[in-house]
């Protein structure tokens, strides 16, 4: 297993991450989520998961999502502080 697969495990080890696609700031919670897409068959599996989490779970990832998406850093508030 390499180093961003090993880094691709989220959460407990219960999920594999094979993509982090995009990002947004929730309307209802005003706090940063990022849209995952999960190692399966179906893209309807992608969902939701608060940037926060997604940083601390899959740190190697993260950091590789953030200059592929350079709107990010345009935010005034990115990185969030957490």
Do not use: C
């Amino acid at each position: 297993m390499d180093e961003l697969q090993e880094q691709a495990v989220y959460g407990e080890g219960e999920h594999l991450v094979e993509a982090l696609l995009n990002y947004r700031l929730s309307p209802a919670t005003h706090r940063w989520g990022v849209f995952v897409k999960w190692f399966g068959p179906d893209d309807i599996e992608a969902s939701w998961e608060p940037a926060e989490t997604t940083k601390q779970d899959v740190p190697v990832l993260f950091q590789a999502f953030i200059p592929e998406n350079p709107m990010i850093a345009q935010h005034a508030a990115w990185p969030p502080r957490w």
